[in-house]
């Protein structure tokens, strides 16, 4: 089974132009949300090696994305890619930082997590106003997986998601910590604003 760097580099250097396309639509839309909020003191929880970090540094030259995750391989492959950003490691549920970023960002994180409440409490706590939140879209996501013929076995859910979210379910979940919560669609996932 592939690591989770490894599958995060297949996605983002396809050379197939669909794929391209469609991550490349997923992080305008990201940034499209971070821009919304106006942050510019900005961290990426989960943020594996560093390449949403990378792309998005690429689009938006004026915002400042420092990273954390739990695999000291994905840092250091995530520091190297991104030398102005900072780096922490640690745990989801028991982030050792102070509430002092604008905007927190986790992507693609909470299809993995056993408890994603217990995450989401963590991600507002270290935010300062905002938090942006994507996930797989399912069951579009998952749907998608089988017409390429991927993870058939497990009828197109990828290895390492127990939790599959629709708009109903992540807006379920978010009321229970935010004022205000945007979900909007994108391509195959969702990405939720959030605001204290």
Known sequence: MKTEYETE?????????????????????????????????????????????????KIDRSINIDGFDTLQNSLNLAKKKNPESRFYK??????????????????????????????IKELKRISKDFVIISVPNEPLFSIVNLMRLKYIRTLGNYPGHIQRWNRYSLRRLLKRHFNKVNIKTSTFWLIALCRK
């Open 90 to 119: 640690g745990d989801i549920y028991n982030i050792q930082l102070k509430s002092s970023y604008d905007l927190v960002m986790c992507n693609s994180v909470l299809e993995h997590l056993k408890e994603p409440s217990k995450a």
């Open 9 to 57: 580099i297949e996605k983002y250097s396809s050379r197939n132009p669909l794929v391209r396309a469609v991550i490349d639509s997923f992080l305008k839309d990201l940034h499209k949300s971070i821009r919304a909020t106006k942050a510019r003191h900005i961290i990426d929880i989960g943020c594996g090696i560093g390449i949403t970090i990378n792309k998005l540094k």
